[in-house]
């Protein structure tokens, strides 16, 4: 999947500065095109101009008027400068370096017999035999000036036909590239794209099989509880029973001895923390009578043994509910507890529980130093190392089909419980497997 991802992104970067390359060369050539048009437009200027000094001194010749002979003056005084020009636009060419080279001299000729005529004409000579021998000289050179800007025209025409043929090369290249590279970006974006989709399907799947297994460990836990907590009662407990009888039955046939007034009391303490382990590891009100009791037990113990008062509020006339749903809301009872009084240095904590039509809704609340940023993150986001008491809590809601959410800062922390009334499908097949 890497690979592929990998792949497409050295792809892109490569037709990118491929297609940079190829777009510059473009850029060059309509460049070149462009100069190519702007030549042609100085022949063509040239050529107007030199037509419209032609035309000029003719019409002064023939009519003395002024007028003509200032136009004259004024186009005559453009064409070195139109020279100039072409000259720097065809410096990068040296087959019209050499065209222009000629056509400079032959408009330099024609200049010249064209300003001997005006210059005839403007100083009122009237020698006609020399106006006739100039005239067709113009003429003469004229039509070489004319054939000398038709080579140039038609060298920069090819000259243009191929720059246009280069261009267009080039729009095609780059085109081909970015159509190829676009195509196969495409094609390795959408095969990353399947590669992670199944990637995350199977880490979903793995997740899932991982939550199955961490409720099946849970329920495991459970059972074995419950049978330590049997064993402890029925086994343990009446072997101490069985102690206490004999220590008792010795203690009235013997003078009264304080060994076995402190044995007896010793014996009474161990029997007490032997039936608090055992309700500790599964109540048997839980199973007797049900949560609303145990609950009870539970919080009275809690408050004496921790030191951390803590409220109670659960209806006195509350139904039982389904078994697996009374199991899971006391183990969260008891790890929020545990937390409260090994994490929280709360000076008090309130318990609660609501009943609705279809869902109980559970909230423990303290007001300790909360719960670090980082770790609430983590168990908003299902992630790992979020506390495996935490996350063992969220497993057994999740398996029932119910919601956990905590809200935490430095005023304290609450857990808000809300399970369904009645247990989801998949959490029956599961509690009957």
């Excluded at 506390?387 to 089909?401: D, N, Q």
């Amino acid at each position: 999947m890497q690979l592929a991802f990998i792949s497409a992104v050295v792809l892109i970067l490569i037709s990118g500065l491929a297609a940079f390359d190829a777009v510059v060369r473009l850029r060059a050539a309509q460049k070149w095109v462009g100069h190519s048009h702007d030549v042609q437009s100085v022949l063509s200027d040239l050529s107007n101009a030199s037509s419209r000094a032609g035309r000029s001194r003719t019409r002064y010749i023939d009519t003395s008027d002024n007028s003509f002979f200032e136009e004259y003056q004024s186009v005559v005084g453009e064409i070195p400068l139109m020279l100039n020009q072409l000259e720097r636009v065809t410096a990068d060419n040296p087959e019209q370096q050499e065209n222009f080279r000629e056509l400079q001299d032959i408009t330099n000729r024609r200049l010249s017999l064209l300003n001997r005529s005006m210059q005839l004409r403007h100083a009122g000579a009237s020698d006609q035999a020399e106006q006739v021998q100039l005239r067709q000289g113009i003429i003469d050179v004229s039509g070489e000036a004319d054939a000398a800007l038709q080579k140039m025209e038609n060298a920069e025409q090819r000259l243009l036909e191929l720059r246009r043929q280069h261009s267009e090369r080039l729009f095609r290249i780059t085109a081909y590239i970015l159509t190829a590279a676009f195509a196969l970006a495409l094609i390795l974006l959408f095969l990353h794209y399947l590669l992670l989709n199944a990637e995350l399907g199977a880490r979903e799947q793995a997740e899932e099989s991982l939550r199955s297994l961490s409720v099946r460990l849970l329920e495991l836990q459970d059972q074995e509880r419950r049978k330590f907590s049997r064993e402890l009662h029925d086994s343990l407990g009446q072997y101490l029973v069985g102690v206490k009888m004999n220590l008792t039955m010795l203690a009235n046939t013997i003078p009264a001895n304080a060994m076995i007034t402190e044995s007896m009391k010793l014996l009474d303490d161990a029997m007490t923390e032997t039936r608090t382990i055992s309700h500790l590891l599964h109540p048997p009100l839980l199973d007797e009578i049900g949560f609303a009791s145990a609950a009870r037990w539970y919080v009275e113990g809690f408050a004496s043994r921790s030191g951390i008062p803590t409220g109670l509020d659960i209806p006195e006339d509350l139904d039982r509910l389904s078994e697996p749903l009374e199991l899971a809301l006391f183990r969260v009872l008891q790890e929020s507890l545990t937390n409260v009084h090994r994490h929280s240095k709360s000076a008090r904590a309130d318990v609660s529980l609501r009943e609705f039509r279809d869902q109980v809704v559970l909230r423990i609340r303290d007001y300790g130093k909360g719960i670090s940023p980082d770790v609430q993150e983590r168990f908003r986001q299902n992630r790992a190392h979020s506390g495996v008491g935490l996350a063992g809590m969220r497993e057994r809601i999740h398996e029932l089909g119910g919601e956990i959410e905590m809200d935490s800062d430095n005023y304290g922390t609450q857990i808000l419980v809300k399970m369904p009334r009645s247990k989801p499908r998949n959490a029956l097949e599961a509690s009957a497997d």
